[in-house]
């Protein structure tokens, strides 16, 4: 079973960046098809973006897109999501997933089976 470390969460000022990282503890993190995901206080949790087993596909919910980008090392085990020009809305709990299901075009979070604890992320205007 493998465990999903977040860190690199943080408060910024509207427009600023941060670069959130995912540690996975298994060695067989590459044969995980990856994910972000978010959940601000009184909603649901929504997904962020999602990443492939090698890192050749992936995909962005609008309200991010060009402005994160998610990539990861399979060498180091790491999951990553650089996010800039941060907004007030972005503000929420941020998770990685993991899944060993396909790769597809499902955004559902039942699909994936490890989940780390999460880093906040709060975005002041």
């Known amino acids: 079973q493998v465990q999903l470390v977040e860190s690199g969460g943080g408060s910024v000022q509207a427009g600023g960046s941060l670069r959130l990282s995912c540690a996975a503890s298994?060695?067989?993190?590459?044969?995980?098809?990856m994910a972000w995901f978010r959940q601000a206080p009184g909603k649901e949790r929504e997904a962020v973006a999602r990443?492939?087993?090698?890192?050749?596909?992936?995909d962005y919910v609008d309200a991010v897109k060009g402005r994160f980008t998610i990539s990861r090392d399979n060498a180091k085990n790491t999951l990553y999501l650089q996010m800039n020009s941060l907004k007030p809305e972005d503000t929420a709990m941020y998770y990685c997933?993991?899944?060993?299901?396909?790769?597809?075009?499902?955004?559902?979070?039942?699909?994936?089976?490890?989940w780390g604890q999460g880093t906040q992320v709060a975005v002041s205007s």
């Open positions: 298994e060695y067989t993190f590459s044969i995980y098809n």
């Open positions: 990443i492939s087993t090698a890192g050749l596909k992936t």
């Open positions: 997933a993991a899944k060993y299901r396909p790769y597809s075009d499902s955004w559902d979070p039942a699909e994936y089976n490890y």
